[in-house]
């Protein structure tokens, strides 16, 4: 058996459309990442708990890590971890201004339930 006959060890890459980031969440990541240490990008992960069962988490960081999945629009850059990436297959990051308040929210496909706030969801 020759190498070439050898199955590929290496993960699929995820498909174009996993995670989408529309135009007014590009444009505020930029305003929030223009305080931020040069070349930070918006990562979003999802951790247990919250008032369904995962929340959403915004941060910031410097490194790209080997299995992110990185997103451009529009100049912005979003990181989404290999892990939280299943549970945000198919989601799209908006930014939102409207009578509740300024927030980043995310639609996700994949949720069954969430809290009102939009923070945390179940599966």
């Known amino acids: 058996m020759t190498m070439l006959d050898q199955p590929s060890t290496l993960p699929a890459a995820p498909p174009a459309d996993a995670f989408a980031v529309t135009e007014r969440a590009a444009r505020r990541i930029l305003k929030v990442l223009a305080?931020?240490?040069a070349g930070s990008k918006m990562r979003i992960s999802v951790n247990g708990g919250g008032c369904s069962g995962f929340s959403y988490d915004f941060g910031f960081d410097t490194a790209v890590q080997p299995d992110d999945l990185v997103i451009e629009k529009d100049g912005a850059v979003v990181l989404v971890d290999s892990v939280s990436l299943p549970f945000l297959m198919g989601s799209t990051l908006d930014f939102v201004d409207d009578l509740?308040?300024?927030?980043?929210r995310v639609t996700n496909p994949n949720a069954k339930a969430s809290c009102g706030c939009g923070t945390s969801f179940s599966i």
């Not at 509740?100 to 980043?104: E, K, V």
């Open 35 to 37: 305080g931020e240490p």
């Open 100 to 104: 509740m308040g300024q927030s980043f």
